[in-house]
């Protein structure tokens, strides 16, 4: 208690002429029965890990060092940063603290030494000075994460008890065999493809999965980005634990953050009671964020205080609601880094979410993957609709060729909806042709004509090397967008939620892109409905 007293108070003091006085955690408001509940390993587990501790200011190391030791950890200290490394270098180490600052080096130039020397150790960098570049910067030079100064012995606790919870799953992933009842998920479940670029994705979320790694997933809409992370944490040990899903796009900032964070009785008009939120549901498992880059700025500040301390509290609250241990996947059909450039979405954030990118390709680039997928499809809705029916329909040579002529604008979602809306109509044993299969608009056509007339409308000037490739691939589809969305729209007459279904995807993502590429509904509409 008295080197939990000291700790708070040194740092306090030792920050506040360095930046703003930063709200910190203390024990009292963290309920111990919460605590207990959410303890991230065992005291067996912790007592097994080697700690090192590297700070010049001589009442935060021994503070930091008792609080941890009192934890049950092993903690070896060092006032430079030549000192710790020597350490390092001599005796292994699972988790490392390193001060920004130090009088012989910095934080930052220490991490590459610290890392050759113990590399599948986690790094925590402690900064006086949590601006957003020197975070972003300390994690890109590989910092696990980062300890903002002034800091609380919980807080403390939290993190560094993070930290040992990813050293345990890392450790049991490497000493576990990949069969048996308590093996990752089969590979049966993976999804389906064989191309190139999926097949890559596929790899890496096989990879990431046993870990404790965020992992942002980007892709147009539909490509089945909630897929990947459904495949993540199936492979992960949280799988035993709910992956709840929640979508940034489709509820507004009031809204979302009581379902995120939950709200206390009278937090709002007809908040009657005291509701848990979805980071609470979470507790154990998998938070998927879809359509992060649409989450409000105010929320993703919010979010990352939860990301860094696992702390939740509700809308109204005055108090620490709950300590959480949630892993995250976010998503989004924008380019994040882009996002990032343009003040939509929030660096530090970014980079604590984005540890693994995973890329998906959109339908479109996967020729190989489609005949896979209809078929697939095929057999799945005809189980579902038809139950005891065993003459499936197949599809013809014809209908495979159309599927494959097609753009898919809505991606897998689009072929999955095609799929089941010819074996509805079809009876026993009937062959699919091309003409049952619905394939929206003629900007979707990948014919020779259309793709000829497509290539003719969207080539460069008079040099077609005048742009860089991503230049002119980006410049390309967003003609195609409009284009698409202009005859999506007018074949819909100007009806949002039939347009919205004819491509497959919801209405809010319809009106988001109408909006980027400044396209009004009744300008478009045939009767101006």
């Known amino acids: 208690m008295v080197a939990s007293m000291a700790l708070a108070t040194h740092c306090c003091a030792s920050a506040t002429h360095l930046i703003p006085r930063i709200q910190t955690l203390t024990a009292s408001s963290v309920p111990d029965s919460t605590r207990d509940e959410n303890s991230l390993v065992s005291a067996e587990f912790r007592a097994s890990l080697n700690l090192l501790l590297i700070d ?33 270098q001599r005796r292994s180490y699972d988790i490392i603290l390193v001060d920004l600052y130090l009088p012989d080096t910095t934080g930052i130039d220490l991490l590459e030494p610290l890392l050759a020397a113990r590399p599948d150790a986690l790094i925590i960098v402690m900064t006086g000075n949590p601006s957003v570049a020197t975070n972003v910067e300390a994690l890109r030079a590989g910092a696990w994460d980062y300890l903002p100064k002034p800091f609380s012995a919980t807080h403390l606790e939290i993190l560094v008890g993070r930290a040992a919870h990813a050293v345990m799953v890392a450790k049991e992933s490497d000493s576990s065999p990949r069969e048996g009842a308590a093996a990752l998920a089969d590979e049966a479940d993976a999804p389906i493809g064989v191309s190139p670029g999926f097949v890559r994705c596929i790899e890496l979320a096989r990879k990431v999965g046993p870990t404790d790694a965020s992992v942002f997933i980007t892709g147009e809409t539909g490509a089945g980005k909630e897929i990947i ?48 939120g979805l980071l609470e549901t979470a507790n154990g498992g998998t938070l998927f964020l879809d359509e992060l880059t649409e989450m409000p700025k105010s929320l993703q500040a919010k979010l990352l205080r939860v990301i860094q301390d696992g702390v939740v509290r509700r809308v109204g609250s005055n108090t620490t609601s709950a300590v959480v241990n949630v892993r995250f996947i976010a998503a989004s059909n924008r380019d994040a880094e882009k996002a990032v450039a343009e003040n939509v979405l929030r660096e530090d954030l970014y980079y604590r979410l984005c540890v693994v990118p995973i890329r998906l390709p959109a339908l479109r680039d996967r020729q190989e993957d489609i005949q896979l997928l209809a078929e697939h499809f095929m057999r799945s809705y005809w189980r579902q609709h038809r139950g005891g029916e065993t003459r499936m329909p197949r599809l013809t040579d014809g209908a495979v060729q159309a599927l494959k002529q097609y753009a898919w604008p809505g991606n897998v979602r689009e072929l999955q909806n095609a799929i089941e809306h010819a074996v509805v109509l079809l009876d026993p044993g009937q062959a699919i042709e091309a003409q049952d299969i619905p394939l929206h608009g003629a900007g979707g056509r990948l014919d020779a004509g259309a793709g000829a007339a497509a290539a003719q409308g969207f080539s460069t000037a008079a040099d077609p090397l005048s742009e860089s490739y991503h230049t002119a691939r980006e410049r390309v589809i967003a003609e195609f967008e409009r284009q698409y969305l202009t005859e999506l729209v007018r074949a819909a007459d100007g009806n949002m939620s039939k347009a919205a279904r004819l491509a497959g995807v919801d209405r809010t993502t319809l009106y988001r892109l109408m909006e980027r590429h400044g396209l009004r509904r009744d300008a478009m509409a045939v009767n101006g409905s």
């Open 229 to 276: 992370a459904q495949y993540i944490h199936k492979r992960s040990r949280r799988r035993a634990r709910p992956m709840v899903a929640v979508n940034c796009a489709a509820l507004p900032e009031g809204l979302l953050e009581s379902e995120m964070f939950g709200h206390v009785k009278g937090a709002f008009t007809g908040a009657v009671r005291d509701k848990a």
């Open 56 to 88: 010049d200011e001589r009442t935060l190391r021994e503070s930091c060092k008792s609080i941890l030791e009192g934890l049950g950890y092993r903690v070896d200290a060092a006032a430079r940063g030549e000192d710790g490394l020597k350490l390092a």
